[in-house]
């Protein structure tokens, strides 16, 4: 039988007048108008506790029937790092020779190739795991719903956060991905969705001249 639901009143919530309320989420709107994809990282150190504050922030998304379906794999290690680009530039350059022509015609604005120094340079890779089933402990697998859901907003508050807390990302998608579970020892229920590369950018960075959509062209009120 399913466990009897238990509530407790609701705490947390803070209103704010209306005056706050347009005056924080326009200065919020406005922060993030500032985070840009970086691809050149610089190594300085980052202290660990800002990427565990950022992970905790990452770990309150919703999720489907509050199964939290994702994992994080925070790599620091050099030698760990330095696999992962290997793995990931041999999967790119295929994608790069082979890929769709219309796929890399989008992508060629931007200037990206199968090289990818940040995944040494950069002090942090995280890697963002969907556990798309889980366990008890006699080994039943156990469903798990809206997984790519979930897992995509949590991924989205962790940007979020980092951009909050000063550091620069990189989201980096190489596909297939299934050579993070062999580097990183996750199992098969684990499917790998990103990297999500974080450090702060090199002195020398540039980004490319980019514009993003107007309201208006993101948005239907009814």
């Given at each position: 039988m399913p466990a009897a639901a238990v509530f407790d009143p609701l705490t947390t919530f803070h209103e704010y007048p209306?005056?706050?309320?347009?005056?924080?989420?326009?200065?919020?709107?406005?922060?993030?108008?500032?985070?840009r994809t970086v691809r050149q990282f610089g190594d300085r150190p980052v202290p660990r506790r800002v990427i565990e504050a950022c992970l905790e922030a990452a770990g309150t998304a919703p999720s489907g029937a509050n199964q939290q379906p994702w994992h994080f794999v925070v790599v620091s290690d050099p030698a760990i790092k330095h696999a992962i680009r290997d793995a990931a530039?041999?999967?790119?350059?295929?994608?790069?020779?082979?890929?769709?022509?219309?796929?890399?015609?989008?992508?060629?604005?931007?200037?990206?190739?199968?090289?990818?120094p940040y995944l040494d340079v950069a002090?942090?890779?995280?890697?963002?795991?969907?556990?798309?089933?889980?366990?008890?402990?006699?080994?039943?697998?156990?469903?798990?719903?809206?997984?790519?859901?979930s897992v995509g907003i949590a991924a989205g508050i962790l940007i979020t956060a980092l951009h909050h807390a000063g550091l620069a990302t990189l989201t980096h998608t190489p596909s297939p991905m299934g050579f993070l579970n062999q580097i990183l020892d996750r199992p098969p229920s684990e499917r790998p969705v990103?990297?999500?590369?974080?450090?702060?950018?090199a002195a020398d960075a540039r980004v490319p001249r980019i514009s993003r959509l107007p309201l208006e062209a993101i948005v239907t009120y009814r």
């Amino acid at each position: 039988m399913p466990a009897a639901a238990v509530f407790d009143p609701l705490t947390t919530f803070h209103e704010y007048p209306a005056e706050e309320m347009i005056r924080r989420s326009t200065a919020f709107a406005a922060d993030m108008q500032r985070r840009r994809t970086v691809r050149q990282f610089g190594d300085r150190p980052v202290p660990r506790r800002v990427i565990e504050a950022c992970l905790e922030a990452a770990g309150t998304a919703p999720s489907g029937a509050n199964q939290q379906p994702w994992h994080f794999v925070v790599v620091s290690d050099p030698a760990i790092k330095h696999a992962i680009r290997d793995a990931a530039e041999r999967e790119e350059a295929r994608f790069y020779r082979e890929g769709p022509a219309e796929w890399l015609a989008a992508l060629a604005p931007l200037g990206t190739d199968e090289h990818k120094p940040y995944l040494d340079v950069a002090p942090y890779l995280i890697a963002v795991f969907a556990r798309r089933y889980g366990q008890t402990p006699t080994g039943e697998r156990v469903a798990h719903y809206y997984v790519m859901e979930s897992v995509g907003i949590a991924a989205g508050i962790l940007i979020t956060a980092l951009h909050h807390a000063g550091l620069a990302t990189l989201t980096h998608t190489p596909s297939p991905m299934g050579f993070l579970n062999q580097i990183l020892d996750r199992p098969p229920s684990e499917r790998p969705v990103m990297l999500i590369v974080t450090g702060f950018p090199a002195a020398d960075a540039r980004v490319p001249r980019i514009s993003r959509l107007p309201l208006e062209a993101i948005v239907t009120y009814r």
